[in-house]
C-alpha cells in the first residue's frame, strides 16, 4: 500500500508558502528560513536548494534573518539538523513555488506547462519569455499553503546543490565588515554590565550609595544588578567600582572537584531503562570487559563573549540577540518579566559561533532587564570572558559504564551502557518556568529548574549513541538522570555522544583484543549496518590501516558511530604522537551525509567537529571550588592552540538519492573515541578519565 505524501516536518506547523519565500522585485529572491547562522555556513546551502529549484542565480537569493513573529518558528537550530529540516522544506516551498508560477504563465500564454522552461527566474515559452517570477509576484500567488504532492527536482536535474558554491557570509568576515551582533551601535546607545554575584545561590544584601564615574546608573531587580552608562568605558568602570562595594550572602553549594564521578553515583536520579533486547538462546559468555569513563563539566568558550541588546517601547520590548531559537527566547522572556509573547521581539543577528546552549540567551534577558533603565532608549550587555566561562550553561559531568561479554566464537554476546548525567538540555521554551540566568535573581525569582533528556525517539541526550551500532543478541541500556544540579547544564555539540561513542568504540577496541582479532576486521564483522561498514572501509583506507607499521610513541586509532543512530555515519582514525603531552598529527574522516548539498561546507563542520572534539579530549575541564567555577579565564580554562590543531583529511561518500544529514556533530564523537584507541596502541593504557592529561592517564589502566 503506497504511504500517502507529507509535509516535511517544518512546514507542517508553518505551512503558509508566502511565510517562507518572496520575490520582492529587481530581481531578487527573498527566503525565509527559521534555522540561524551560527557560523555552520547553513545561509549558503539553504540559498543554494532555493536556487536550484527555482531556476535562478544563486547571486540572486537573499536570506531574511529570523525575527519573531514573521518568521517559520523552526524551534532550535540544534542536532545537527539545519539542512535536514530547514533545507527540505525550503526545497518543497520553491518546487511548489515553481509550479505555481509555471501553471499561471502557462494559462497567460496559451502553451503548456511541459512547453515552458524557467532560465534565471524567466519563463520562456516555445516563442521566447512569456513572463517572470518578478511579474506575476503581485498575484500574491504564494499567499495559499503548502501541498504534499509538490515535487522537488531529481537528483540528476541539480545543478547548484551538490557543487562547493563559496560561503556567502565569510567575505563580511574575512575584511571585518560590521554584520555581527556585537558591531551594532544604533542611535542613542546606552552601555550596560551586570554584576554577578561571588557565587551561586549567592543573595544581594545591600547596595550602598557611591559615586560612580560619569552619568551611570544603577538597575536593581533583586540581586540581579546593572550599571548603564553612555560610554562603555564609563560602564566597565562604574560595575567594578559597585562590585567592590555590595554586599552578599553567600553558601557552599558544589560538590568538591576531586569526587565529581563519586557525586554522580550518588546524587538523587531519575532511572531508566532505555532500550534492551535479548535473546533466550544466545551462546553463553565466556569472556567479558567492564570498564567505566568519567568526563568533567565542559565549557563552550566561545571566543567571543555573549552580547544582546534591547530597546523598550511602552510596555513592549525589542531584542537584538544571536539566540540559536528565537522563539524559544522570546517564551521565556516573556515569562521572565510575567508579560504576554506578542509583547517581545526577537531579532536574530550573528554572533558569536556556538555548538549548543551558551550565554547567548542569558545575556537577552540581561539587556532586557538592564533598558528599563534607560528610559526607551537602546541598551547593549556585553559580557566578560569571567561571565562567559564562569556563568554560561556547562555540559553536564558523566559516567559510564560499560559490561560486555564475547561467547566461545568471539562473537559479542552481550552489551550492557549504563548512562549517569545530569539532563543536557536547559535551553528556553521547554518547560514552564524560564530557564534563562537571571530569571533566578529577581525580586520575584524563579527557581532553577532542572535540565532534561530527551528520549531516544529524538536522539536522546546523556544517552545519545548509547546504543551500540553493532550485531549482539542481549543489550541493555540505562540512563540515570540527575536531578540535582549544581551547575545549569545544557547543551553541548553532541550532548553524550562523545563520551558514550567513547566508551563504546573503546570497549569494541578490547573485545577485539580479547578475541585476538584485528580491530578493523572485528567491527566489520559485528556490522550489519553497509553505511556504517562503508565508512570504516572508507576511512581505514585513508589512514593506510592495512600497511601501517608500528613507531615507538606513536598510535593509531579508530572509532565509528551513526550520529543519533539517526543521522550521519562518520569513521575517525586518529593518530597520535606520546611526547610530554599527548599530541594528535593526523586525523582522517570518512563520512555518509546522504545528499551533500555544499561538499566544501560539509567538510568544513567535519572538520571542525573533529578539532573541537580534540580540544576537549586533550585539554579541557570546567575547575570549582565549593562556591564558585575558578576556571573563568583563558589561562585557568585551556582549550587547543593553532600550533596544536591536527592535520584533517575528509572524505564525503555522497549519496544524492538519499535525504541530507547534518555535518556539524557526526565526526565529534568518533574523534574522541579514535583519539582513546590511538593512546592505548601508543602506550597500552585505555584512557578513561578526559581529558587524556597526562595526570590522567597515569591512571589509567593497562588493558589488551
Not at 564609563?234 to 562595594?245: F, M, T
Not at 535525504?659 to 596502541?681: C, Q
Request: charged share 20%.
Amino acid at each position: 500500500m503506497n504511504t500517502p505524501p507529507k509535509l516535511p516536518a517544518s512546514l507542517q506547523t508553518n505551512p503558509r508558502l508566502s511565510r517562507w519565500l518572496d520575490f520582492p522585485g529587481q530581481g531578487r529572491v527573498t527566503i525565509r528560513p527559521g534555522k540561524v547562522e551560527i557560523g555552520q555556513g547553513i545561509l549558503t546551502a539553504l540559498s543554494q536548494i532555493a536556487a536550484d529549484e527555482l531556476d535562478v542565480a544563486l547571486s540572486r537569493i537573499e536570506v531574511q534573518p529570523v525575527a519573531t513573529p514573521d518568521s517559520p518558528d523552526e524551534g532550535v537550530t540544534s542536532g545537527s539538523l539545519s539542512v535536514q529540516n530547514s533545507g527540505a522544506a525550503l526545497r518543497h516551498v520553491c518546487a511548489e513555488a515553481r509550479a505555481i508560477f509555471l501553471q499561471v504563465a502557462a494559462q497567460r500564454s496559451g502553451a503548456t506547462v511541459g512547453d515552458l522552461r524557467v532560465e534565471d527566474g524567466v519563463f520562456f515559452g516555445p516563442n521566447g519569455a512569456v513572463g517572470s517570477y518578478w511579474e506575476l509576484a503581485a498575484q500574491q500567488l504564494l499567499d495559499s499553503d503548502a501541498t504534499p504532492g509538490a515535487r522537488a527536482k531529481p537528483p540528476a536535474a541539480r545543478r547548484i546543490a551538490g557543487t562547493s558554491s563559496l560561503r556567502r557570509d565569510l567575505p563580511d568576515k574575512v575584511f571585518g565588515v560590521a554584520r555581527f551582533l556585537h558591531d551594532l551601535r544604533p542611535d542613542g546607545l546606552w552601555h550596560a554590565r551586570i554584576i554577578r554575584p561571588p557565587s551561586r545561590a549567592a543573595t544581594l544584601l545591600d547596595v550602598p550609595e557611591i559615586a560612580l564615574p560619569g552619568a551611570a546608573r544603577i538597575v536593581r531587580d533583586g540581586s540581579f544588578v546593572a550599571v548603564l552608562a553612555e560610554a562603555e568605558h564609563e560602564a566597565e568602570a562604574a560595575a567594578a567600582s559597585l562590585a567592590a562595594a555590595l554586599r552578599w550572602a553567600e553558601r557552599d553549594t558544589l560538590p568538591d572537584e576531586g569526587a565529581m564521578e563519586e557525586w554522580l553515583r550518588g546524587a538523587q536520579a531519575n532511572h531508566a531503562v532505555a532500550q534492551q533486547r535479548s535473546a533466550e538462546d544466545a551462546p553463553a559468555p565466556t569472556q567479558r570487559v567492564t570498564a567505566s569513563f568519567f568526563r568533567p563539566p565542559i565549557a563552550h568558550a566561545s571566543i567571543g563573549p555573549s552580547c544582546a541588546i534591547a530597546q523598550w517601547h511602552g510596555e513592549a520590548v525589542e531584542i537584538w540577540s544571536h539566540t540559536q531559537g528565537p522563539y524559544n527566547l522570546r517564551m521565556d522572556i516573556a515569562k521572565a518579566l510575567r508579560m504576554p509573547q506578542e509583547a517581545v521581539i526577537i531579532r536574530h543577528v550573528e554572533g558569536a559561533g556556538c555548538y549548543g546552549h551558551n550565554g547567548a540567551d542569558d545575556v537577552a534577558l540581561d539587556a532586557a532587564l538592564a533598558a528599563r533603565g534607560a528610559a526607551g532608549r537602546p541598551v547593549r550587555v556585553l559580557w566578560s570572558r569571567a561571565d562567559e566561562l564562569g556563568w554560561s550553561p556547562v555540559s553536564s559531568a558523566m559516567v559510564v559504564d560499560v559490561d560486555a561479554a564475547l561467547d566461545a566464537q568471539n562473537a559479542i554476546s552481550s552489551f550492557q551502557v549504563d548512562v549517569i548525567s545530569n539532563g543536557h538540555s536547559s535551553r528556553p521554551g521547554r518547560g514552564k518556568l524560564p530557564t534563562l540566568l537571571a530569571a533566578a535573581d529577581l525580586a520575584e525569582p524563579f527557581a532553577v529548574p532542572p535540565a532534561i533528556n530527551h528520549g531516544l525517539e529524538r536522539g536522546g541526550s546523556a544517552h545519545r549513541n548509547a546504543v551500540p551500532l553493532y550485531r549482539m543478541p542481549n543489550l541493555r541500556v540505562t540512563l540515570s538522570t540527575v536531578t540535582d544540579m549544581p551547575f545549569r547544564t545544557s547543551a553541548m555539540r553532541g550532548l553524550g555522544a562523545p563520551v558514550n561513542v567513547w566508551a563504546l568504540e573503546s570497549v569494541m577496541d578490547e573485545l577485539a583484543g580479547l578475541a585476538g582479532e584485528d580491530k578493523l576486521a572485528f567491527r566489520l564483522r559485528h556490522l550489519d549496518d553497509e553505511r556504517a561498514a562503508a565508512v570504516l572501509r572508507a576511512g581505514a583506507e585513508m589512514a593506510g590501516w592495512e600497511d601501517r607499521t608500528r613507531r615507538e610513541g606513536s598510535g593509531l586509532g579508530m572509532a565509528v558511530a551513526r550520529y543519533k543512530n539517526l543521522g550521519g555515519w562518520c569513521a575517525v582514525f586518529a593518530e597520535i604522537e606520546a611526547e610530554e603531552v599527548i599530541r594528535v598529527g593526523r586525523i582522517w574522516i570518512a563520512a555518509d551525509l546522504g545528499e551533500i548539498v555544499n561538499p566544501d561546507g560539509a567538510a568544513n563542520q567535519l572538520e571542525g567537529g573533529a578539532i573541537h572534539a580534540t580540544s576537549q579530549a586533550l585539554k579541557e575541564a570546567v575547575r570549582f571550588d565549593r562556591r564558585r567555577i575558578t576556571s573563568d579565564s583563558w589561562e585557568a580554562y585551556s582549550i587547543l592552540r593553532f600550533s596544536e590543531v591536527p592535520a584533517v583529511e575528509v572524505k564525503l561518500l555522497d549519496r544524492p538519492e538519499m535525504p541530507p544529514l547534518g555535518a556539524g556533530e557526526p565526526s565529534f564523537g568518533p574523534t574522541v573515541a579514535a583519539i582513546a584507541n590511538a593512546i592505548h596502541d601508543a602506550l597500552g593504557v585505555r584512557p578513561r578519565v578526559m581529558p587524556f592529561t597526562p595526570e590522567n592517564l597515569a591512571n589509567a589502566p593497562q588493558r589488551p
